[in-house]
């Protein structure tokens, strides 16, 4: 299949391999974080790990967007979805996050009307549907998804259709990056870009990384050899001594990104001063809002939200894996109370949370075996 079988040859992989082992400096250690959940679960999914020299350590970073949903913002869903003649709507990875009395789904067990959609234009149908109801859309996602929640607040407006809101909880990449960059507990060489959410801000937001930071990032796409060389073309600049923003998915990520995507944004959404992750803490400018002009499909002014702040399950050590000081497998309860069945934390829930990523694919890479002879040998 085009665009699939040819980023999936292992020869071609092999050969990128040996390019990477020829490209590092015998005794540095490389730390390079994923910034994208898509990209970590590419990574164990097809072993990519061992392709690598012992010395470069893949750090799995805050990009999936269900896992940086604080447990204070599903409470605060809850609030809405329990007002009287309230729908709400959710996508499916949503449903199963744990807020502090249970999920969406365990509300909908108990009579609350949560209904999971696979867009926002779903909930739009359902609002059409169900005149005398209030439909509210739980939104969530970093750039990738907040354009087609601008463009169904347009087409909601532009219809009048009255009974719809949207619960904004879109994200922006680049504030969690500065935090992470931030971190005097972090030491990362290099960064490879997250590629969906390249496609709407395309490369140019980076550029703060290398010119601030003096970090190269390369933006990568999600098949196997497009994450091998995106973390080749990082280790070149490091050998090279350069720090620059390179684009590797170039076959789908415009330099400048889609004009009419951000434009849509802008035209519905404006900045939050501040907005409270999951394991970052809170962050300025990192999130999402309605505008003024778009106040009647704002959920946070047609309800009374309590705005709840609550910490995480003291078991929950999801802050330390989405900042990548952890690995998943390193949380106490990971695969024993926390699994994807029973999930106690976000980055367990998601499709692209990394500790769903080492569950179902990578309990025991290279990674784990390296600690656990670490161990043994500490023991002798
Ligand atoms: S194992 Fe569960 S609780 Fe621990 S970090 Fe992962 S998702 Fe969070």
Not at 160 to 184: K, M, Q, T, W, Y
Not at 348 to 369: I, L, Q, W
Request: one cysteine or more; proline letters at 6%; a negative charge.
């Amino acid at each position: 299949m085009r665009f699939v079988d040819e980023y999936r040859d292992a020869d071609a992989a092999r050969q990128v391999a040996a390019g990477i082992a020829a490209t590092v400096t015998p005794g540095r250690q490389y730390r390079l974080m994923e910034v994208c959940g898509g990209h970590t679960h590419t990574i164990y999914k097809h072993g990519l790990e061992d392709y690598l020299p012992e010395t470069v350590t893949l750090v799995h970073g805050p990009g999936c967007p269900v896992c940086v949903i604080p447990m204070g913002r599903v409470d605060d869903a809850m609030h809405i979805a329990r007002q009287p003649d309230v729908i709400m709507t959710s996508f499916g990875d949503l449903m199963r996050v744990p807020g502090s009395h249970g999920s969406f789904l365990d509300a909908n067990a108990e009579g609350t009307d949560i209904r999971m959609v696979y867009s926002p234009l779903d909930s739009l149908r359902i609002a059409k549907a169900n005149p005398d109801r209030q439909i509210v859309f739980m939104a969530i996602g970093f750039e990738t998804t907040t354009p087609s929640t601008a463009l169904t607040v347009r087409r909601a407006a532009a219809e009048g259709i009255e009974n719809f809101s949207v619960f904004c909880n879109h994200v922006l990449v680049n504030p969690a990056i500065r935090a992470i960059l931030d971190d005097p507990d972090q030491r990362l060489d290099g960064f490879i870009g997250p590629g969906h959410v390249s496609c709407v801000i395309g490369c140019e937001p980076y550029r703060f990384i290398a010119e601030q930071y003096g970090r190269p990032i390369v933006v990568s796409g999600f098949e196997p050899l497009d994450i091998l060389r995106s973390i080749h073309l990082v280790l070149r600049q490091l050998a090279e001594g350069r720090c620059e923003v390179e684009n590797q998915y170039t076959r789908v990520v415009p330099w400048h990104g889609n004009p009419r995507a951000l434009a849509a944004i802008d035209e519905v959404m404006t900045v939050r001063p501040t907005f409270e992750w999951r394991g970052l803490g809170t962050i300025a400018g990192s999130a999402m809002r309605m505008r003024d002009e778009y106040a009647a499909f704002d959920a946070e002014r047609r309800f009374d939200v309590p705005g709840i702040r609550v910490a995480d399950p003291k078991a929950c050590q999801c802050g330390e894996v989405l900042k990548g000081v952890l690995k998943p497998w390193e949380c106490k309860v990971f695969g024993t109370a926390c699994t994807p069945e029973t999930p106690i934390g976000t980055c367990m829930v998601s499709a692209e949370g990394a500790c769903a990523a080492y569950y179902n694919y990578g309990r025991f890479t290279r990674s784990r075996v390296r600690e656990a002879a670490g161990l043994e040998m500490s023991r002798r």
